[in-house]
């Protein structure tokens, strides 16, 4: 499977516990789409949180953030990291 990073916008102040809220949701059904959220951050000053999964397709991600209503603004492909 690909990794993917979505980014979302107007999330500002956002608290940590609000970023696990939608980190949980999104787990909480991502097998239905055949997607792994693996990690989330946020910067609460800009309002841009990050989301970094494993997932079939850009399109199943934003159904998983969809129904959880948070829709992802941007996906982009994550064909190369190093850690």
């Known amino acids: 499977m ?3 990073m979505d ?7 956002i608290t ?3 970023l696990q809220q939608a980190h949980d949701a999104d ?3 991502e097998k239905e789409e055949g997607v792994h959220f693996e990690r989330a951050w ?6 841009t949180v ?3 999964s494993e997932a079939p397709s850009p399109e199943a991600v934003q159904r ?3 129904r959880t209503g948070h829709r992802a603004d941007e ?3 994550v064909p190369l990291s190093i850690w």
């Open 75 to 77: 996906i982009h492909p």
């Open 50 to 52: 990050y989301c970094l």
């Open 16 to 18: 940590a516990e609000q």
């Open 2 to 4: 690909t990794q993917f």
């Open 7 to 13: 980014v979302h916008h107007g999330w500002k102040d």
């Open 64 to 66: 998983i953030h969809e």
């Open 27 to 29: 787990q909480a059904i």
């Open 42 to 47: 946020a910067d609460p000053e800009s309002g």
